[in-house]
Structures are given as C-alpha cells and as structure tokens.
C-alpha cells in the first residue's frame, strides 16, 4: 500500500472561518510533508514533519498551522485566510526525512478561500 | 541553492512517437532524483526514483537516466498514448536534508 489519503477533496471557506486539511498514511513512513501548489506553478515546501516533530518551517504565516498527532495523521489548520491562499495542498510521506528514500503524495485538497 | 530546470516547458506529439523531457539542477550534491506525473488538479504520482549512485531506472515504457556531475536527468517515454498527456515533473532530493525540489514541470500532449 503507498498511499497518502487526503480530506477533504475541495474546501470552500470564507476568510473568518477556521478549517483543518487531513492527511493519513499507512506506510510506516516517519516523515511527512506539507506542499501548496498554485495554477501552473510546481508544489512549495511549507512544512516538514520527522518523527512527529516540525523540522522545518519554511516561513509560512501563522494563519497556517500544522499538527501531527501520531505517526500516521498530519493536519493542517486554517484560519483567517486570504483569498491569494487559494491552491492545491498537498501532503507527501517518504521513509525519512532527507535520506534516500522515495516520496509519496496525496491527491490533495482543493482549497477555495471566498 | 538547488535550482531545477524543466526544458521544454511544453510537448505536443503524435500517439506513438518516442519522446525525451530533460531535466537540469545546479548542485550535485543530492540523494536521489524522482519524476512525477501530475493529471490536471490532481496530486502527483511517483513514476521513477533514481538514487545518487545509479544511473539509469525502467519501468515499462519509461526509462529514466542521471548524470549527477553534470547535473542532468532525461525521462524516455516509449511509444508515446494519448493516456500519457499530463504534466511531469522533476524532483531532487538534497544532501542538506531538506525536501523535494521540483522543477516548474513539463505539460504533454499526445494526440490521436
């Protein structure tokens, strides 16, 4: 199984509301990844979980808050988002964060910000 | 810092032809290289990984090569279907420790 499920699908939210993107993987991997993708522009890093620690932050607002419960389940919380956040979010997992080891993405979640 | 470079940026062929996406970064220091397929607004699937001491990866119509001193990947795509219209992307994985780079892709299409 080489997986990443990601829900929901499409997310419409307005800017004063609060959502949260999931992602689940059961493949064992120890690291996992958060990615936002605009039209016709390749996947950014934001976030990097390895062993369910945040190892990298790549400078994203704090409207964007990400959380990893366990091994298998990595969130993403939003909150008073703008309408330029509007994307595809991506989750990926590989075996170790920065090793040789394969990466796997998600389908991702469509997010509409109105 | 790695920058990743996908040339051409486009790709129209007729069903059948064999085809070449190329693909260049500017440190050569990484782990592995991996190509992606990507459908429009959908996720990206793993097509191929390279690690940094191969050279070249297959599986099935495609064919994967590196060479990481000059800094170049090529994706072979045998026998090109209309099935294989989509976006592929390149993607390096640096000694640093940090993520995937992904170059800007290259968009297919292959007409019937």
Known sequence: ?114 | KQEVTQIPAALSVPEGENLVLNCSFTDSAIYNLQWFRQDPGKGLTSLLLIQSSQREQTSGRLNASLDKSSGRSTLYIAASQPGDSATYLCAVSNQAGTALIFGKGTTLSVSS
């Open chain 1, 1 to 114: 199984d080489t997986e990443v499920t990601q829900t929901p699908k499409h997310l419409v939210m307005g800017m004063t509301n609060k959502k949260s993107l999931k992602c689940e993987q059961h493949m064992g991997h120890r690291a996992m990844y958060w990615y936002k993708q605009k039209a016709k522009k390749p996947p950014e890093l934001m976030f990097v979980y390895s062993y369910e620690k945040l190892s990298i932050n790549e400078s994203v607002p704090s409207r964007f808050s990400p959380e990893c419960p366990n091994s298998s389940l990595l969130n993403l919380h939003l909150h008073a988002l703008q309408p330029e956040d509007s994307a595809l979010y991506l989750c990926a997992s590989s075996q170790f964060q920065g090793l040789r080891t394969e990466a796997f993405f998600g389908q991702g979640t469509r997010l509409t910000v109105v």
